[in-house]
């Protein structure tokens, strides 16, 4: 079944990258303070367009891509992006990567998102399994992942050469089968 886009939550849409979502994109990523623990060095304009390429192309998990890149939007503008793909085509596994505009952090944009994310991936995407890798500094991310229902389910030390250093990396998973978190105000997660 494809992806039912766009996605929505109460505060959030969720939708397909657009060829305009450049500027955002460059803004956000081109920052020092949102690359620190990426893999990437902050995008110029041209890496930028490069990403933007390829996000164009990945409009459903089980499209040529297999994967799905989102821009999240609030108010009609965009406040961050999500990518899910496939990391096992036949047995639906899968890994999922955020990023919010540092202008929106801390409001619970993220995990709003993400769980909207998740459980549309194991309802009508079929994923057995998703997983989330990142350095293990990056505490606002390990506190995301745990928030939405991830397991932290290994520490690997010293395994990423980043920006200059050996990092430690998290890797957080959750499966279909695990309980869906509850939210803070005490529904299932939507
Ligand atoms: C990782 C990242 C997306 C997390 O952003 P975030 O704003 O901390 O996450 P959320 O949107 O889920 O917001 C959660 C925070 O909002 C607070 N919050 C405020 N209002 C809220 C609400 N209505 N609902 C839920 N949480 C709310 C929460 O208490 C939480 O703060 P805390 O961690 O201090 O307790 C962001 O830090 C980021 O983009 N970093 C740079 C890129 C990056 O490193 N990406 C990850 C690569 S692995």
Redesign the pocket.
Known sequence: MPFPLPLRTDRLRLRLHRPDDLDWMVAVHSRP??????LDDPWTEARGAEVLDKRLARTDLDGEEGAVALILEHDGAPV?DISLWLTDREHRSAEI??????A?????????A?RTVLTTGFDHGRLHRVA????AR?T??A??AA?VGMRREAHFRQDFWSKGEWTDSFVYAVLASDPRPVT?RGNRAE
């Open positions: 303070d949102v690359a620190r623990f990426l961050g990567g955020w990023v919010l505009d540092p929106h952090t801390g409001r619970g944009f993220a995990r709003e993400v989330a890798q990142m350095d990056n606002p991310s506190r995301l928030a803070r």
